[in-house]
């Protein structure tokens, strides 16, 4: 497959599209965050963060673990209409398979995740509806990862936009109609819905949900090269999930659960800003460095994404810092303003973890499996250990700060790992 050095035309393209993405993904998280702050309060914010980093451990099990294997070979296989079939068909039917057995393990054992996640078996039901709606909510991203695979960038807008909007509408009515109880199964109710829709919204390219059910294409080629994969991004989630859990624990016995909800709503409002510059290195950069082995041609997209992002990352970064205040009271409400002492440190620390992550992504595009394990492992291990230490001495501050120093000593490391890939294969430094 011919593959040019470096296209401006195709990432302005990309970076358009994923613009538009990102936006309303991020309107949509607003408003939801902004309705369930003002109905449910930090202590709501945090429970809710414990649901979704659960669901979050379990789509990366059924469809979050295929997000760059199926990226990668939709865009290799592009020209190969029968390799990619069986690509698509293998990931689909992998991820019912396991929907299916994770949703009887939920519902069997509903008691004691409620117990886990909210401290009570009264929310057994939230957990039963969860293992009803995994294979829908798995399936929505996995059609949003093949789309990205072969570059339809419209068909992908318009898929996004749905879920989005859709979650939020569902989410937004739900917790306004029922409070708490009403988010909780709004969050999962939500994907279930927007299924139904996007079935219609895909038109011709309803077809890739119907692979699921083509067991002749199922491939145990396809089924390696997907293993390997679901085993770093299943890895990556689960340990950054359970990191999460444990910190959002920590801050709850050490200080208190509305503690715990301004460090959930730094995390939410983060991932509102990050979502454009992370989501463009799987919607760009990942396709890209997947076509080539060359060092040069790694070095020259690696700058060139740089160059685009970096001035634009100063810039955000800058004017959040000092529209903080008003972006609290615009996004949650006045109770969540204690949360503007966490901004500086978390603000350095994601403008490192965006550097790192563009390098991360030739761990994907190479399968550098055990230099991936290595550093993510140790990442998740050096926020926690660090917040642990940190939280006695600075308070809530001393977990954005463990953050931040986390990803310092993370840069480095990942940088090292690739030079190295790139030094034991000499044939690829020209």
């Keep these: ?32 965050s902004k309705i369930i702050a003002l109905f449910l309060g930090p202590s709501g914010l945090a429970l809710l ?6 669901t979050q451990t379990a789509s990366s099990i059924t469809a979050e673990g295929y997000h760059n294997a199926t990226i990668r070979y939709v865009a290799e296989y592009n020209e190969d209409e029968l390799k990619r079939s069986k690509t698509i068909a293998t990931v ?17 054992f509903s008691s004691i995740w409620s117990s886990v996640l909210f401290k009570t078996e009264s929310y057994a039901y939230v957990i039963k509806t969860l293992a009803i709606g995994l294979p829908f909510f798995s399936y929505n991203l996995l059609v949003i990862y093949v789309l990205n695979g072969m570059e339809r960038y419209k068909k992908l807008v318009i898929v996004n936009s749905i879920l989005s909007i859709g979650n939020m509408l569902i989410t937004v009515f739900f917790t306004i109609k029922f409070g708490l109880q009403g988010a909780l199964i709004g969050i999962i109710i939500g994907p ?31 089924l390696k090269n997907i293993s390997i994969y679901f085993l770093m991004a299943a890895y990556s989630t689960v340990v950054v999930s359970i990191t999460f859990l444990l910190i959002r624990n920590l801050i709850i016995e050490n200080l208190s659960v509305e503690e715990a909800g ?149 840069l480095p490391i990942v940088i090292f790992f690739i030079y190295n890939y790139y030094k034991q294969n000499k044939n690829n430094l020209v």
């Design 192 to 222: 279930i819905i927007v299924f139904i829709i996007n079935f219609f919204a895909l038109r011709e390219k309803r077809i890739i949900l119907f692979y699921a059910f083509k067991f002749e294409l199922f491939s145990i080629k396809a």
């Design 1 to 32: 497959m011919k593959f040019r050095i470096f296209n401006s035309n195709h990432l302005i393209k990309a970076s358009y599209f994923n613009a538009i993405i990102v936006l309303v993904r991020a309107i949509s998280g607003i408003i939801t």
């Design 262 to 410: 301004y460090w959930e709503a730094m995390n939410r409002i983060s991932s509102f800003y990050l979502m454009f510059f992370i989501s463009l290195t799987s919607f760009y950069l990942l396709p890209r460095l997947s076509k080539t082995n060359s060092f040069e041609i790694f070095k020259k997209e690696v700058k060139s994404f740089y160059i685009l992002i970096i001035p634009l990352i100063i810039i955000a970064f800058t004017l959040i810092y000092f529209l903080r205040y008003f972006l609290l009271n615009f996004l949650l409400s006045e109770e969540f303003i204690p949360t503007s002492e966490l901004f500086f440190w978390r603000l350095i620390g994601d403008f490192i973890n965006v550097i790192a992550i563009v390098l991360v992504k030739q761990f994907h595009a190479k399968l550098l499996f055990k230099s991936y394990l290595f550093t993510n492992g140790l990442l998740s291990l050096m926020y926690f250990c660090l917040s642990y230490f940190f939280i006695d001495i600075y308070g809530l501050v001393g977990v954005v700060k463990a953050y931040a120093f986390s990803y310092m000593v993370y």
């Design 49 to 54: 963060g414990n649901l979704r980093s659960f």
């Design 92 to 108: 689909f039917q992998l991820s019912l398979g396991l929907a299916l057995l994770i949703g009887i393990i939920l519902w069997v």
